[in-house]
Protein backbone atom coordinates (compact mmCIF):
# COMPACT_ATOMS: atom_id res chain seq x y z
CA UNK A 1 0.00 0.00 0.00
CA UNK A 2 3.12 2.39 -0.54
CA UNK A 3 2.39 2.22 -3.95
CA UNK A 4 0.72 5.21 -5.59
CA UNK A 5 -1.85 3.30 -7.10
CA UNK A 6 -2.47 1.18 -4.59
CA UNK A 7 -5.13 1.75 -1.69
CA UNK A 8 -4.47 0.97 2.41
CA UNK A 9 -6.94 -1.41 3.97
CA UNK A 10 -8.71 1.69 5.78
CA UNK A 11 -9.08 3.18 2.37
CA UNK A 12 -6.28 5.93 2.55
CA UNK A 13 -3.90 6.43 -0.85
CA UNK A 14 -0.35 7.46 1.22
CA UNK A 15 1.32 9.18 -1.99
CA UNK A 16 -1.37 11.53 -2.20
CA UNK A 17 -0.88 12.27 1.45
CA UNK A 18 2.56 12.93 1.77
CA UNK A 19 2.09 15.42 -1.16
CA UNK A 20 -0.57 17.20 0.63
CA UNK A 21 2.23 16.97 3.49
CA UNK A 22 4.98 18.60 1.47
CA UNK A 23 2.19 21.54 0.67
CA UNK A 24 1.95 22.26 4.11
CA UNK A 25 5.63 22.68 4.52
CA UNK A 26 5.46 25.23 0.87
CA UNK A 27 5.44 28.94 2.02
CA UNK A 28 2.22 30.55 2.46
CA UNK A 29 -0.22 31.80 -0.49
CA UNK A 30 -3.40 32.94 0.40
CA UNK A 31 -5.83 34.85 -1.98
CA UNK A 32 -8.94 36.97 -1.50
CA UNK A 33 -11.67 38.18 -3.69
CA UNK A 34 -13.09 41.30 -3.95
CA UNK A 35 -15.92 42.90 -6.05
CA UNK A 36 -14.19 44.58 -8.37
CA UNK A 37 -10.10 42.65 -8.40
CA UNK A 38 -8.51 39.93 -6.71
CA UNK A 39 -5.53 40.20 -4.56
CA UNK A 40 -2.73 37.24 -4.57
CA UNK A 41 -0.25 37.39 -1.65
CA UNK A 42 2.69 34.93 -0.44
CA UNK A 43 5.23 34.30 1.65
CA UNK A 44 8.73 35.63 -0.26
CA UNK A 45 11.47 33.52 1.17
CA UNK A 46 14.64 35.84 1.74
CA UNK A 47 16.78 34.96 -1.09
CA UNK A 48 20.64 34.54 -0.97
CA UNK A 49 22.47 38.16 -1.47
CA UNK A 50 23.86 37.81 -5.03
CA UNK A 51 20.65 36.13 -6.33
CA UNK A 52 18.47 37.80 -8.84
CA UNK A 53 14.98 38.13 -6.89
CA UNK A 54 12.77 38.17 -10.27
CA UNK A 55 13.80 34.42 -10.82
CA UNK A 56 12.02 33.24 -7.44
CA UNK A 57 7.85 33.72 -8.52
CA UNK A 58 5.25 32.30 -6.58
CA UNK A 59 2.64 34.55 -8.62
CA UNK A 60 2.80 33.09 -12.51
CA UNK A 61 0.37 34.52 -15.40
CA UNK A 62 -1.81 31.95 -16.85
CA UNK A 63 -3.25 34.35 -19.83
CA UNK A 64 -4.13 37.63 -19.61
CA UNK A 65 -7.16 37.59 -17.48
CA UNK A 66 -6.22 34.39 -15.34
CA UNK A 67 -3.04 33.78 -13.15
CA UNK A 68 -2.09 31.18 -9.97
CA UNK A 69 -0.49 31.01 -7.29
CA UNK A 70 0.92 28.40 -5.46
CA UNK A 71 2.26 26.51 -2.01
CA UNK A 72 4.15 23.63 -2.29
CA UNK A 73 7.62 21.85 -4.69
CA UNK A 74 8.52 24.86 -7.20
CA UNK A 75 9.84 22.37 -9.77
CA UNK A 76 6.36 20.88 -10.01
CA UNK A 77 4.15 23.86 -10.15
CA UNK A 78 6.70 25.21 -13.11
CA UNK A 79 5.71 21.89 -15.19
CA UNK A 80 2.15 21.96 -13.96
CA UNK A 81 2.09 25.98 -14.84
CA UNK A 82 3.57 24.94 -18.46
CA UNK A 83 1.05 22.76 -19.24
CA UNK A 84 -1.91 24.94 -18.20
CA UNK A 85 -0.67 28.10 -20.16
CA UNK A 86 -0.74 25.83 -23.30
CA UNK A 87 -4.04 24.92 -22.48
CA UNK A 88 -5.15 28.42 -22.11
CA UNK A 89 -3.68 29.16 -25.77
CA UNK A 90 -4.99 26.10 -27.38
CA UNK A 91 -8.35 26.64 -26.18
CA UNK A 92 -8.22 30.18 -28.01
CA UNK A 93 -7.40 29.08 -30.82
CA UNK A 94 -10.09 26.27 -30.97
CA UNK A 95 -12.67 28.45 -29.35
CA UNK A 96 -12.08 32.06 -30.47
CA UNK A 97 -12.82 32.84 -26.63
CA UNK A 98 -10.70 33.03 -23.40
CA UNK A 99 -11.44 29.90 -21.01
CA UNK A 100 -13.67 30.57 -18.27
CA UNK A 101 -11.62 30.42 -14.67
CA UNK A 102 -13.39 27.13 -14.17
CA UNK A 103 -12.38 25.41 -17.04
CA UNK A 104 -8.80 25.90 -16.12
CA UNK A 105 -8.89 25.02 -12.67
CA UNK A 106 -10.75 21.61 -13.67
CA UNK A 107 -8.15 21.01 -16.39
CA UNK A 108 -5.19 21.82 -13.65
CA UNK A 109 -7.05 19.63 -11.00
CA UNK A 110 -7.04 16.68 -13.88
CA UNK A 111 -3.69 16.72 -14.64
CA UNK A 112 -3.29 16.32 -10.71
CA UNK A 113 -5.64 13.64 -10.43
CA UNK A 114 -4.37 11.71 -13.40
CA UNK A 115 -1.10 11.94 -11.62
CA UNK A 116 -2.56 10.00 -8.60
CA UNK A 117 -3.86 6.94 -10.99
CA UNK A 118 -1.56 5.71 -12.80
CA UNK A 119 1.84 3.63 -11.85
CA UNK A 120 5.63 5.31 -12.30
CA UNK A 121 4.41 8.58 -11.89
CA UNK A 122 3.74 10.70 -8.32
CA UNK A 123 0.84 13.16 -7.29
CA UNK A 124 2.38 16.87 -8.05
CA UNK A 125 3.47 18.20 -4.68
CA UNK A 126 1.67 21.58 -5.03
CA UNK A 127 -1.91 23.06 -4.21
CA UNK A 128 -2.64 26.24 -5.81
CA UNK A 129 -4.95 29.18 -5.89
CA UNK A 130 -6.12 30.41 -9.24
CA UNK A 131 -7.74 33.50 -9.68
CA UNK A 132 -9.54 36.01 -12.98
CA UNK A 133 -11.92 37.22 -14.75
CA UNK A 134 -14.93 35.39 -16.40
CA UNK A 135 -16.04 36.95 -19.84
CA UNK A 136 -19.04 38.46 -17.78
CA UNK A 137 -16.12 40.25 -15.37
CA UNK A 138 -17.12 38.28 -12.63
CA UNK A 139 -14.23 37.45 -10.18
CA UNK A 140 -13.41 33.77 -9.38
CA UNK A 141 -11.02 32.74 -6.87
CA UNK A 142 -10.35 28.54 -7.06
CA UNK A 143 -8.30 26.00 -5.30
CA UNK A 144 -6.73 22.60 -6.28
CA UNK A 145 -4.53 20.38 -4.30
CA UNK A 146 -2.80 17.55 -4.99
CA UNK A 147 -5.46 14.82 -5.20
CA UNK A 148 -7.25 16.56 -7.89
CA UNK A 149 -10.24 17.88 -6.03
CA UNK A 150 -10.98 21.77 -6.73
CA UNK A 151 -13.59 24.47 -5.00
CA UNK A 152 -14.72 27.74 -5.07
CA UNK A 153 -13.44 30.42 -2.39
CA UNK A 154 -14.57 33.79 -1.24
CA UNK A 155 -10.96 34.09 0.01
CA UNK A 156 -8.56 31.12 0.80
CA UNK A 157 -5.10 30.24 1.92
CA UNK A 158 -2.50 27.46 1.24
CA UNK A 159 1.04 26.25 2.49
CA UNK A 160 2.58 26.80 5.29
CA UNK A 161 0.71 27.65 8.59
CA UNK A 162 -2.30 28.33 6.51
CA UNK A 163 -4.84 26.91 9.29
CA UNK A 164 -4.26 30.04 11.24
CA UNK A 165 -4.58 32.76 7.82
CA UNK A 166 -7.92 30.71 7.22
CA UNK A 167 -9.07 31.53 10.53
CA UNK A 168 -8.37 34.44 10.26
CA UNK A 169 -9.64 35.59 7.01
CA UNK A 170 -13.30 33.56 8.08
CA UNK A 171 -12.89 36.05 10.87
CA UNK A 172 -12.54 39.07 8.91
CA UNK A 173 -14.09 38.58 5.97
CA UNK A 174 -16.05 41.31 4.61
CA UNK A 175 -17.18 41.91 0.63
CA UNK A 176 -14.84 44.70 0.06
CA UNK A 177 -13.32 46.43 -3.16
CA UNK A 178 -10.24 48.52 -4.04
CA UNK A 179 -7.47 48.77 -1.88
CA UNK A 180 -9.64 47.19 1.38
CA UNK A 181 -9.33 44.07 -0.34
CA UNK A 182 -5.21 44.59 -0.23
CA UNK A 183 -5.58 45.51 2.70
CA UNK A 184 -7.04 42.25 3.74
CA UNK A 185 -4.83 40.32 2.46
CA UNK A 186 -1.66 41.50 3.63
CA UNK A 187 -3.07 41.76 7.29
CA UNK A 188 -3.51 37.49 6.61
CA UNK A 189 -0.22 37.32 5.56
CA UNK A 190 1.39 39.21 8.24
CA UNK A 191 -0.69 36.87 10.86
CA UNK A 192 2.36 33.97 9.94
CA UNK A 193 5.15 35.97 8.26
CA UNK A 194 7.69 37.20 10.35
CA UNK A 195 9.99 40.07 9.40
CA UNK A 196 6.25 42.37 8.06
CA UNK A 197 6.30 43.94 4.40
CA UNK A 198 9.80 42.79 3.11
CA UNK A 199 8.55 38.74 2.93
CA UNK A 200 5.58 39.40 1.47
CA UNK A 201 4.73 39.43 -2.45
CA UNK A 202 1.42 40.45 -3.51
CA UNK A 203 -0.06 40.63 -7.20
CA UNK A 204 -3.60 42.44 -7.85
CA UNK A 205 -5.76 41.70 -11.27
CA UNK A 206 -8.10 43.60 -11.75
CA UNK A 207 -10.88 43.13 -15.14
CA UNK A 208 -9.22 43.99 -18.58
CA UNK A 209 -5.85 44.36 -16.94
CA UNK A 210 -2.44 43.06 -16.77
CA UNK A 211 -1.22 41.61 -13.67
CA UNK A 212 -0.13 43.99 -11.42
CA UNK A 213 2.81 42.71 -9.04
CA UNK A 214 3.45 45.32 -5.97
CA UNK A 215 7.13 46.61 -5.64
CA UNK A 216 8.68 46.60 -1.95
CA UNK A 217 7.97 50.18 -1.88
CA UNK A 218 3.90 49.53 -2.59
CA UNK A 219 3.94 46.71 -0.53
CA UNK A 220 5.76 48.84 3.01
CA UNK A 221 2.90 51.75 1.84
CA UNK A 222 0.25 49.04 2.20
CA UNK A 223 1.52 47.46 5.87
CA UNK A 224 2.38 51.33 7.35
CA UNK A 225 -1.40 51.71 6.37
CA UNK A 226 -2.12 48.82 8.16
CA UNK A 227 -0.15 49.58 10.94
CA UNK A 228 -1.73 52.98 11.42
CA UNK A 229 -5.13 51.94 11.66
Sequence with gaps: DRAITVFSPDGHLFQVEYALEAVRKGTTAVGVRGTDLIVLGVEKKSTAKLQEERTVRKIHVLDDHC??????????????????????????????????????????????????????????????????????GTPRLYQTDPAGTYSAWKANATGRNSKTVREFLEKNYTETSGDETVKLAVRALLEVVESGGRNVEIAVLRAGQPLQIYDEKQVEAVVSAIEAE
Design 67 to 136: CLAFAGLTADARVLINKARIECQSYKLTMEDRVSIEYITRYIAGVQQKYTQSGGVRPFGISTLIVGFDAD
